[in-house]
């Protein structure tokens, strides 16, 4: 993963070393946007960072035609064959999300959970205007990002820092050396200028229970493509 001037890095995380089963959970808006969407009339739905699948299982048995992606061969495969178990007919393609391989306005809307945040400066604005691309007018976006009062970034002089905003982490064998970007509300405000808020940002805080000055907060976000 060598970094070269102006040029974005992102990494897979390494889902073979993965023993927790929270990765196969749900996150608990799961429920709140499948009624969401579907009162929107909302079908294709893209699960970008599918992960080992929880949120494309979760929305396909909710009625959603959902494709996943991710940059780990594990992941997508791990996810095909979850649908599979299911009897649920999704597509999964393995990639980068620098550069999605979907046509214009492809999704009605999109689930990013704990994923577009892993890459550096430059590459969030490339993966941000990547999704602006493919998702219709309106559709929408539920995304998480991690935020610059999270303790890894205030002492980040800990870490290896690649740019002002992104550092590199490497707390477990799963996640090593994986890039973290981190945003504070007013970052949030000029990067989704193309973007409406359905509903103003909420930051969430998870302490460690051995060592809680170890807290991470994430801030949670639905957005909405301008028409």
């Known amino acids: 993963m060598e ?10 995380w390494d889902w073979s070393k993965n023993t927790d089963n929270y990765w196969r959970t749900p996150c608990i808006e799961s429920a709140f946007l499948a009624e969401r969407w579907n009162a929107e009339n909302f079908n ?5 960072g599918c ?12 009625g959603f035609k959902v494709t996943a992606f991710d940059l780990s061969d594990e992941a997508v495969e791990s996810t095909r064959n979850w649908a599979d178990q ?10 980068n999300m620098l550069s999605l391989p979907f046509q214009d306005n492809s999704f009605d809307c999109i689930i990013a959970y704990n994923v577009i945040y892993h890459t550096d400066t430059v590459g969030f604005e ?24 999270t303790w890894s970034f205030v002492h980040s002089d800990k870490a290896k820092v690649l740019d002002e905003n992104t550092i590199l982490r490497n707390e477990n064998e799963t996640g090593e050396d994986i890039p973290h970007f981190y945003v504070d ?9 193309d973007f409406e808020f359905v509903r103003p940002p909420v930051e969430e805080h998870d302490y460690d229970m051995e060592d809680p000055n170890k807290y991470s907060v994430h801030w949670k976000v639905i957005v909405k493509k301008k028409n």
């Open 3 to 12: 970094r070269q001037s102006n040029t974005p890095i992102t990494k897979a």
């Open 86 to 95: 299911e009897n649920l007919n999704i597509e999964a393609y393995k990639g």
């Open 126 to 149: 490339t993966i941000l205007n990547e999704i602006q691309r493919i998702l219709r007018p309106n559709g929408e976006m539920f995304l998480t990002l991690i935020s610059k009062s």
């Open 51 to 62: 992960g080992l699948g929880r949120h494309t299982v979760y929305m396909g048995k909710h």
């Open 185 to 193: 509300i007013n970052d949030i405000k000029k990067l989704f200028t």
């Open 44 to 48: 294709s739905l893209l699960d970008l």
